[in-house]
């Protein structure tokens, strides 16, 4: 069983930051990314910031230069911060991990946080 575990969203005003955290626990084997999404009312969910195990890193364009995605191996947290915060930036943001529980799995599977709200104000 995998637990994601997100925090730090909240409301803030045009111009403010926030910074997201997601604990990920449980049985993991390995993990290959951890990233996060967001999703708006009447829009479907988009990949705002995603970094592999290898170092690789993808930022939606929309947030580029504004938002950076970290994590903390030692503690399997993946942090997004997030500066510079727009009205269009609100959303429910969902922490994403791909990973595999055991090592006899062929592939590694989606797992999905809960979601936390992020609102700003203009």
């Known amino acids: 069983q995998v637990q994601l575990g997100e925090s730090g969203g909240g409301l803030v005003h045009a111009g403010g930051s926030l910074r997201l955290s997601c604990v990920v626990s449980g049985s993991i084997f390995s993990i290959n990314a951890m990233g996060w999404y967001r999703q708006a009312p009447g829009k479907q969910r988009e990949l705002v910031a995603a970094?592999?195990?290898?170092?690789?890193?993808k930022y939606a364009d929309s947030v580029k230069g504004r938002f950076t995605i970290s994590r903390d191996n030692t503690k399997n947290t993946v942090y997004l911060q997030m500066n510079s915060l727009k009205p269009e930036d609100t959303a429910v943001y969902y922490c994403n991990v791909v990973a595999k529980l055991t090592w006899y799995e062929s592939s590694s599977r989606d797992y999905w946080g809960q979601g936390t709200q992020v609102t700003v104000s203009s």
């Open positions: 970094g592999t195990s290898g170092g690789s890193t």
